[in-house]
């Protein structure tokens, strides 16, 4: 798998797995952003809540980030105050800010120097289409109460824009350096971690929740926050969100590039942000998971887009992120529709380090019992067909499309077709398997049916794991979970 430039560039502490049993007023599992800011939440009202993470802290999605602050949310406020209406709209940008403020404060309060710098945020269009779009988004914005303009052009841009528009006191972070120095920060007031300790189950009975792990070890926990990403065991929201595959690079370039954020309005959206005085962060190129030939090739359209812009001088890491999409655009954070003790956050789009931080503080109050003017319009069990039908169908059926078809497809016939290094869909008579063949030669044999839903699994040329077409579910080259919805590995098999 690749490694990001933030996984390159911060130093971490290691966790204890968990191996004995405990009883917990909150257990949150996942340690990344959300998770995170929801256990520094909880401990502004003196709450310690014990976290958990699979891998290690902000090894996931948190850790594969491009750490951009907007509040020019993927979402689109013009769609938004269309579907929800304008209220709904200003309540998003309020929730958008707030999510931004609250790393800032966050990093500020604890010396977490985590390179947090407050910036303009820039949308340009380039072609007719796109201005229409734009200028919709400006008036919607601008209604919903955001400090945005439009402007002549990006300050210190070095090549020419359409329309641009400029949304003020967005913001940037180093986000490995802030999920490291807030574990450290959490550990040190209380708040126990854990890292390699994996849910395996968990039970909703009277009165709490019972979580079984990895370790053996198992919670007996009062509230339960599943802040992984997709919630494992969450198939009602599951099948609202559709997953795609966005990438990224970090380099030097020749030519200048502005200290801001920068999106232009391609379908997908290519992006560019500054790290540090000369690195340059730059993204996009997303397509939906395990629906792709070779995701090394949108890694190649990203490189080029950047060289013609700015002129590459040095590459220093590429990586890639799974984003979750949901059917009406927003995201889902709240209390579970099937649990009374379950809560979580996801589909955060391509807005996933400020949907963190939001989710943090909302999930902290929901657990709290607080009274919050956001918990209704993110909660899991709001349902606006308006919104949400046309999409819902179209990601449906593409995954029955998927369920369908992949059943009959391979890329090879014989082993012998599996270079080193690579895995491939194989087929022996009407048997399909999920085959990996190791740097030694050595064959692993899995079967390709995702455990969550029973979709065919893809290779991912780029990251070397099977990637689930239907709802994104992750596995490792050679078969072990990586990412939910599934909560399991791929099931061994024989040839
Ligand atoms: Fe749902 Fe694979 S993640 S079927």
Not at 52 to 71: D, P
Not at 137 to 147: F, Q, R, V
Not at 204 to 209: L, M, N, P, S
Not at 444 to 471: A, L, Y
């Amino acid at each position: 798998m690749t490694t990001s430039y933030w996984e390159r560039t911060a130093k971490k502490e290691v966790y204890a797995p968990l191996d004995k049993d405990l009883e917990a007023e909150v257990l949150i599992v996942g340690g990344g952003l959300t998770g995170l800011m929801t256990a520094w939440n909880l401990m502004q009202a003196g709450k310690k809540a014990v976290i958990v993470e699979a891998r290690t802290i902000g090894s996931g999605v948190s850790g594969n980030t491009t750490a951009h602050l907007n509040s020019s949310v993927d979402c689109d406020y013009h769609i938004v105050a269309q579907n929800f209406g304008k209220d709904t709209a200003k309540l998003v940008a309020e929730a958008a800010v707030l999510g931004i403020e609250l790393v800032g404060q966050v990093d500020k309060a604890h010396n977490l120097d985590a390179n947090y710098k407050k910036l303009p945020a820039y949308i340009y269009a380039e072609t007719t289409d796109q201005i229409l779009e734009l200028q919709k988004e400006l008036k919607a914005a601008k209604e919903a109460g955001l400090d945005v303009e439009e402007v002549e052009e990006i300050e210190g841009l070095n090549f020419p824009t359409g329309m641009v528009v400029r949304f003020n006191r967005n913001a940037r972070f180093h986000p490995l350096k802030f999920l490291y120095g807030l574990a450290e920060t959490l550990r040190e007031a209380g708040v126990q971690i854990y890292e390699q300790t994996r849910v395996e189950e968990h039970n909703e009975k009277d009165g709490y929740v019972e979580v079984t792990l990895s370790t053996g070890a198992t919670v007996r926990a009062q509230h339960l926050v599943l802040a992984t990403h997709s919630p494992i065991f969450m198939h009602s929201v599951h099948t609202r969100m559709a997953p795609y595959r966005s990438y990224a690079i970090a380099v030097r370039t020749r030519q200048p590039v502005p200290d801001s954020l920068i999106y232009d309005m391609r379908e997908p959206y290519n992006y560019v942000r500054k790290e540090e005085d000369d690195v340059v962060i730059i993204g996009g190129a997303d397509h939906k998971t395990g629906q792709t030939g070779d995701e090394n090739q949108h890694l190649q359209n990203i490189k080029a887009w950047a060289e013609e812009r700015f002129g590459i001088a040095e590459y220093l890491a590429s990586w890639s992120a799974q984003v979750f999409e949901p059917a009406d655009n927003l995201p889902f954070i709240g209390k579970s529709l099937t649990h009374k003790r379950v809560y979580y956050g996801t589909g955060y789009s391509g807005d996933g380090t400020l949907w963190g931080s939001f989710a943090g503080y909302l999930l902290s109050d929901i657990i709290l019992g607080k009274e919050n003017k956001f918990a209704e319009l993110f909660s899991p069990a709001r349902l606006n067909v308006k919104a949400e039908a046309g999409e819902f169908l179209k990601e449906n059926l593409n995954v029955a499309k998927e369920f369908i078809v992949e059943r009959f497809s391979s890329d090879a016939s014989d082993v012998k077709e599996i270079p080193n290094g690579e895995g491939k869909i194989l087929r022996q008579g009407i048997q399909q398997y999920a085959v990996f063949r190791d740097d030694q030669g050595g064959l692993h044999v899995m079967s390709p049916t995702c455990v969550h839903m029973g979709c065919v699994v893809q290779w991912n040329k780029m990251e070397k794991t099977w990637d689930c077409p239907c709802h994104g579910g992750r596995y490792k080259a050679t078969g072990e979970q990586l990412s939910g919805p599934p909560a399991t590995g791929l099931r061994k098999a024989e040839l």
